[in-house]
């Protein structure tokens, strides 16, 4: 038994170095890279980065080399080459990579993916069959890379090498990679969304709702009557998925937007606080500063003289 125990361990960490070996010959400068799969980037750091905030849209990342630390609300996420991390539905984070060097830079690849792909796996595969009555639960989550995952991974992102076979096969690599991790043990986190009527389907609807209207004053109980919940229910399964309440999650998308309006440098702080929502400017400043750790003002010129380190 331990011996198998060993060989399953070889076979991943040599998997991950083949990935790892592929990730880097497609990624010769740092960033994001997209690729002719469109689902799919790869992303390349040679050093530790600031913590980058932004709306986490569904999807799968796994890390080959270095590591990543991930915020979500009041909860931290650490994953590297034995992990991967999945977000099912649209989460504001922040992440930062926290292991890389020259020598040995973060590589990684996140394949995007959409409710629809998830819905068609559970229709066609009869041994996944969410549960109606399976704890809602949390939206992030990490969990241990295993063989045939990666095994997975790695032949759809060695397609870039025949882009003549992309059209045919990456189809069917994706769909065995999402059938790979609904199979794990995290799996009921990726389906919940699937239930029709479920808890989870009716707060996918009011994250939409407020990302889309973050602007406007937040209703509970208009969302709740929205979505036929009732306004403590829907508070508690929103946490449930989110990790934060949904006034906690406007106000990050709020400050997120904020942020990025400023750093275009077409307005000042009390007008970017009016366009994302807030009356007040002076609460507007105490909130980004609480979040960002620097006043708008400071936070800006830091921002902005990072990026020119970068670049």
């Not at 690849?109 to 998830?118: E, K, V």
């Not at 990490?142 to 870039?160: G, I, M, T």
């Amino acid at each position: 038994m331990k011996l198998n125990l060993a060989n399953i361990d070889h076979g991943v960490t040599e998997q991950q170095q083949k990935l790892a070996d592929l990730i880097k010959r497609f990624t010769p400068t740092d960033g994001i890279h997209s690729t002719a799969i469109p689902s799919l980037a790869l992303i390349r750091a040679s050093k530790i980065s600031q913590p980058i905030y932004y709306v986490h849209q569904p999807a799968l990342c796994i890390v080959a080399q270095g590591s990543k630390l991930v915020i979500l609300g009041q909860e931290s996420y650490t994953y590297d080459l034995t992990q991967y991390l999945v977000a099912s539905i649209n989460l504001p984070i922040s992440g930062q990579v926290v292991q890389a060097t020259v020598e040995h830079p973060y590589l990684c690849m996140r394949l995007d993916f959409d409710p629809g792909q998830i819905f068609d796996l559970i229709r066609d595969t009869p041994t996944a069959s969410p549960k109606p009555d399976h704890p809602t639960s949390r939206g992030l989550f990490v969990s241990s890379a295993k063989l045939p995952l990666l095994e997975a991974v790695f032949r759809l992102v060695r397609l870039l090498d025949t882009p003549e076979d992309i059209p045919v096969l990456a189809p069917l690599f994706i769909r065995e990679i999402l059938y790979r991790i609904i199979q794990d043990e995290h799996g009921p986190s990726i389906m919940q969304f699937a239930v029709q009527n479920s808890h989870a389907q009716h707060i996918a609807e009011v994250i939409e709702v407020i990302q889309s209207e973050y602007a406007k004053p937040l209703r509970i109980e208009e969302l709740a009557s929205r979505v036929n919940m009732s306004s403590s229910s829907l508070h508690h399964h929103f946490k449930a998925i989110t990790a934060m309440s949904p006034l906690q999650f406007q106000k990050q998308i709020r400050l997120q937007e904020a942020r990025r309006i400023l750093l275009t440098g077409s307005t000042d702080a009390a007008d970017a606080a009016f366009h994302v929502g807030y009356e007040s400017p002076s609460q507007f400043s105490r909130e980004y500063a609480r979040m960002y750790g620097l006043p708008p003002k400071s936070d800006i010129k830091r921002l902005r003289h990072t990026l020119d380190i970068e670049c």
